[in-house]
């Protein structure tokens, strides 16, 4: 059965409006789709339909804007779902410890669905689970209402593979994964996202295939990076630069680049790679498989904070400071540079272990929402960047915005204590700009460096 119309009009509904779904929701409709947008938030289907977005990342609010009311229309009604073409689920699917996933999200959306899809539409999930989900949880819950899959509607599992900050970029560029339920569910996706995207599209044999692919993806990403963890260490006993070193190790071609090691920083955090690479474990687990790996680069990626707290307190005692009643200023708080994501952010562990140790810790990030980072943090925000340094006798540069790369090292030194350390977690600053910094008078501090 063909589960695409042949016209030119396609219409979308999208489930789940998070940071994934809002992306998807809102490239389809700048690319002609119209979209129906459900999510059970009524605050956020208010701000949308406004033309508002709350997810800082780049371009999104402008396409939400252009599109609100227009191609893209909100509601918290599952009811509209059965206008659709295609409906894509993109709900969240959170683990507890060590990947088992909490299905509830899920599982609703699923219940919904299956009391309203009607004959003839595409089923896409994009939500990451662990392999044999799609099948073994949705399939049944959607054919709860009478409709067959295969012969009624199709279904397909296309992971989605985004990285925050550049997730626009990606989503009309990299190659979409399709693996569907039946060669006709297959077929109707592959053609979906080529007439939707204009992109690659790289179909799979099952299922499960495509749902293994965006865990390997974040697997070798969490491994990658525990290496570059490892190897900072190693060349900070050794007084080299690990940049110095990666860039040289990466000059080399293996299989079909280069060796390609990542950077280390802080630590990792967001949704996905903190979660991601455990659901692997367990499933494979489950199989009779015990990896080693996984839980080897997650014991190494979880304990960079604490290093990164240790390198705080060292450069507080070469200052001549001891860490209580010290004041440290942590410029940056999301998980990774540009975006306003907190979720998971290794930052959070770096400044409750520096409040145990009696520091002053004084924060600021101009991306994060200001009443999110308090709940977490349990501080409050510098009202500036010049409120926020007053005193301080460390810099903690721990996320690199954009918003940062203007600031004026040697301007702030009026501001901050005389013997100020800066200390990089994440900016990975050039020799030049160490140089500057120590010329202005501060001591320099780097994982790695």
């Given at each position: 059965?063909?589960?695409?119309?042949e016209?030119?009009?396609?219409?979308?509904?999208?489930?789940?409006?998070?940071?994934v779904?809002?992306?998807?929701?809102?490239v389809?409709?700048?690319?002609g789709?119209?979209?129906?947008?459900?999510?059970?938030d009524?605050?956020?289907?208010?701000?949308?339909n406004a033309?508002?977005c709350?997810?800082?990342e780049?371009?999104?609010?402008e396409?939400?804007?252009?599109h609100?009311?227009?191609r893209?229309r909100?509601?918290t009604s599952?009811?509209?779902?059965?206008?659709?073409?295609?409906?894509i689920?993109?709900?969240?699917?959170?683990?507890?410890?060590r990947?088992?996933?909490?299905?509830?999200?899920?599982?609703?959306?699923?219940?919904e669905?299956?009391?309203?899809?009607?004959?003839?539409?595409?089923?896409v999930?994009k939500?990451t689970?662990?392999p044999?989900?799609?099948?073994?949880?949705?399939?049944?819950?959607?054919?709860?209402?009478?409709?067959?899959?295969?012969e009624d509607?199709?279904?397909?599992?296309?992971?989605?593979?985004?990285?925050?900050?550049?997730?626009?970029?990606?989503?009309r560029?990299?190659?979409?994964?399709?693996g569907?339920?039946?060669?006709d569910s297959s077929?109707?996706?592959?053609e979906?996202w080529?007439?939707?995207?204009?992109?690659?599209v790289?179909p799979v044999?099952?299922?499960e295939?495509?749902?293994?692919v965006?865990l390997?993806?974040n697997?070798?990403?969490d491994?990658?990076i525990a290496l570059?963890?490892?190897?900072?260490?190693?060349?900070?006993?050794?007084?080299?630069?690990?940049?110095?070193?990666i860039?040289?190790a990466?000059?080399?071609?293996?299989?079909?680049?280069?060796?390609?090691?990542l950077?280390?920083?802080v630590g990792?955090?967001?949704?996905?790679?903190?979660?991601?690479p455990w659901?692997?474990?367990r499933s494979?687990r489950e199989?009779?498989?015990?990896l080693l790996?996984?839980?080897a680069?997650?014991?190494v990626?979880d304990?960079?904070p604490?290093?990164?707290?240790?390198?705080?307190v060292?450069?507080?005692?070469r200052?001549?400071?001891?860490?209580?009643?010290?004041?440290v200023?942590?410029?940056?708080l999301?998980?990774k540079n540009?975006?306003?994501?907190?979720r998971e952010?290794p930052?959070?562990?770096?400044v409750?272990e520096l409040l145990?140790?009696?520091?002053?810790?004084?924060?600021?990030?101009?991306?994060?929402?200001?009443?999110?980072?308090?709940?977490?943090?349990?501080?409050?925000?510098?009202?500036?960047?010049?409120?926020?340094v007053?005193?301080?006798?460390?810099?903690?540069v721990?996320?690199w915005?954009?918003e940062?790369?203007?600031?004026?090292?040697?301007?702030l030194r009026e501001?901050v204590?005389?013997?100020?350390?800066?200390?990089?977690?994440?900016?990975y600053?050039?020799?030049?700009?160490i140089?500057l910094?120590?010329?202005?008078?501060y001591?320099?501090?780097?994982i790695?460096?």
């Amino acid at each position: 059965m063909r589960f695409l119309p042949e016209r030119e009009n396609i219409t979308a509904a999208v489930l789940g409006l998070g940071y994934v779904g809002s992306c998807v929701a809102a490239v389809l409709a700048d690319r002609g789709v119209n979209v129906i947008g459900v999510d059970t938030d009524p605050v956020l289907v208010e701000e949308l339909n406004a033309g508002h977005c709350r997810f800082s990342e780049a371009g999104l609010p402008e396409l939400v804007a252009r599109h609100a009311g227009d191609r893209l229309r909100v509601t918290t009604s599952y009811e509209s779902v059965s206008e659709a073409d295609v409906v894509i689920v993109a709900v969240g699917t959170p683990t507890g410890e060590r990947g088992v996933m909490k299905e509830s999200q899920l599982r609703g959306a699923c219940e919904e669905l299956g009391r309203h899809i009607r004959p003839g539409q595409l089923l896409v999930f994009k939500s990451t689970v662990p392999p044999g989900v799609t099948r073994s949880l949705a399939l049944p819950l959607l054919e709860r209402g009478g409709l067959v899959c295969g012969e009624d509607f199709g279904l397909a599992f296309c992971p989605e593979r985004l990285s925050e900050g550049t997730a626009l970029r990606e989503l009309r560029s990299f190659p979409i994964i399709v693996g569907g339920w039946c060669a006709d569910s297959s077929a109707a996706a592959v053609e979906f996202w080529r007439r939707a995207i204009g992109v690659e599209v790289i179909p799979v044999a099952s299922l499960e295939a495509a749902e293994m692919v965006k865990l390997a993806d974040n697997w070798w990403i969490d491994h990658n990076i525990a290496l570059a963890n490892e190897l900072a260490r190693v060349c900070a006993a050794l007084d080299v630069d690990v940049l110095d070193i990666i860039s040289a190790a990466n000059s080399i071609p293996k299989g079909n680049g280069n060796v390609n090691i990542l950077l280390p920083s802080v630590g990792v955090g967001g949704s996905c790679l903190t979660k991601d690479p455990w659901m692997v474990w367990r499933s494979a687990r489950e199989h009779g498989i015990d990896l080693l790996t996984i839980p080897a680069a997650r014991e190494v990626n979880d304990s960079m904070p604490h290093y990164t707290r240790d390198l705080i307190v060292e450069e507080l005692a070469r200052t001549g400071r001891s860490p209580v009643g010290a004041k440290v200023t942590v410029l940056g708080l999301a998980f990774k540079n540009n975006t306003g994501d907190l979720r998971e952010t290794p930052v959070r562990p770096v400044v409750e272990e520096l409040l145990k140790a009696g520091v002053e810790v004084t924060l600021y990030d101009p991306l994060v929402d200001a009443d999110e980072a308090e709940k977490l943090f349990g501080l409050p925000q510098a009202a500036s960047l010049e409120e926020a340094v007053r005193g301080a006798d460390c810099l903690a540069v721990l996320a690199w915005h954009r918003e940062f790369h203007d600031i004026d090292f040697a301007a702030l030194r009026e501001h901050v204590a005389p013997r100020c350390a800066v200390v990089d977690g994440r900016a990975y600053y050039p020799r030049e700009t160490i140089d500057l910094l120590r010329e202005s008078g501060y001591a320099y501090r780097g994982i790695g460096r």
